[in-house]
């Protein structure tokens, strides 16, 4: 047996074991051959999921333990479609990454030579796409709507790998490497590029027991950060690198979007690093604010966690089948279609909103003695509980973009990202009735220092949605007669 801790001072890693490939591209590297072994579909759905229960013990408890039991349901997770399509490409983007940084290939490691001395030299801006090891993006972006369960998937996929894994010797080799699968970091709340920076180095000393973030946290320039993250990632056999709540960032001012995707891409283009950004439809206006940078960050794709739209949807079905099989009442949900529907309206679709309303409606069956969810205790305990995003559940269903533009984490896909930059909200908001005859809207448009619509092009949206409102007519509606949005 080896000791871990004679080779790195690492308490967290695992001794590597080698697989055998069937892939060509995969045998004969170490850092593949040492990964679990890829699931079939049926596998990874058992993998995933995690179906919360009491017992019969359990359930004949007093209604205060059964209340505090409630929170089970909170550790439920279903898998679905996305699900499993988004854990596919995360196995693919770690392997392809790595199949271009075999360390026993004599030609890979030739490729290396000009961007580790460039690294070394903490020269970052000698690096770019031409000296690029990898002739494929190793890029995926996530993106959704607050609540559907982005960062949690990502987490239950990554849980299914080792964070350190300790290298020793392969086939009979020498080969005392750490290989670091992954690093998961949430963006710092300020979205600058440096807190980014110090944050990952944090991470790095966490897991791999160094101490670059004490050297480097009150001196360092950002310009000295960068080269040094690449030079750690190199050197830890980095896999993959995913930021969380990219639309901090989206945020930020002076700069720090440019600075933030063009320190991704660096790492994408120099060493392989598969990068993995995650974050709400707010973040998409920076991913696609350069057709350089998204061109990059979609190599593999989007994956995009919207709305589940009907209660229809197999999707739906699928997960309440799942949520209301949970309860901690004594009487089980008898109308569960009912139940269903009702957790939809109150919800639309979002599926943390519903599996916390759920909660709250067990909770508050047992306190009232009735033990049992009804359709009308959903929607009563909605009223009362769920105040706070209850005007965003509300725009939603109406379809009122308007008031969804209030609501930006949870604007759908399809909308925001054709028109986040055309549209603002006081083009959509209906004026007042005083300002509806065109002299006065004139002067509105002066003092304001707003464009005068007759300036404008006839396929500009502001024309657009102008007239629609000086006509009374709704400025979703005309947005949808135009063509230029769909219905949700």
Known sequence: MIDKNSIYPITNGVIAEYKNQQIPEYKGNPLIESLPNMMERDELIRSLGNY???????????????????????GLFQPLPIHIELEERISKMIRQGYVWRNPFSKEIVEKYYEVYEALERKDITKISEKHSVIPTVNSLSVIGVSGMGKSISIGKILNAYPQVIIHSEYKGV??????????????????????????????FDQYLGTDYYRK???????????PLICQISKRANLGAMIIDEIQVISKAKSGGKDSFLNFFLTLVNSIGVSVILIGTSEAMSMLRAHFRQSRRFTGKGEIIFNRIESHEHNEWVLFTKSLLRFRATQIGVGDINGVSKALYHESQGILDIAVKLYAMSQTEAIKNGSERVTPELVSSVARTNLVTVRPAIEAIRSNDI????????????????KNESAVNKQDIKKPKDNAIDKGKQNNARKANN???????????LRLIVGKGISNEIKSYNILVRSGIVKKI
């Open 174 to 203: 020498d080969y005392s490497q750490y290989q670091l699968v992954y690093l998961l970091v949430n963006a710092p709340h300020d979205g600058s590029i440096k807190g980014l920076c110090l944050d990952i180095i944090s991470k």
């Open 216 to 226: 480097v946290a009150n001196y360092a320039a950002v310009n000295s950060l960068l």
């Open 402 to 417: 308007g008031a969804l533009l209030d609501f930006e984490d949870i604007m759908p896909i399809n909308y925001s990202s």
């Open 450 to 460: 707003k464009i005068d619509l007759d300036e404008l092009e006839e396929d500009d």
């Open 52 to 74: 919360p229960s009491l017992s019969d013990e359990e359930l004949s408890m007093s209604r205060l333990v059964r209340i505090h039991l409630v929170d089970r349901i909170y």
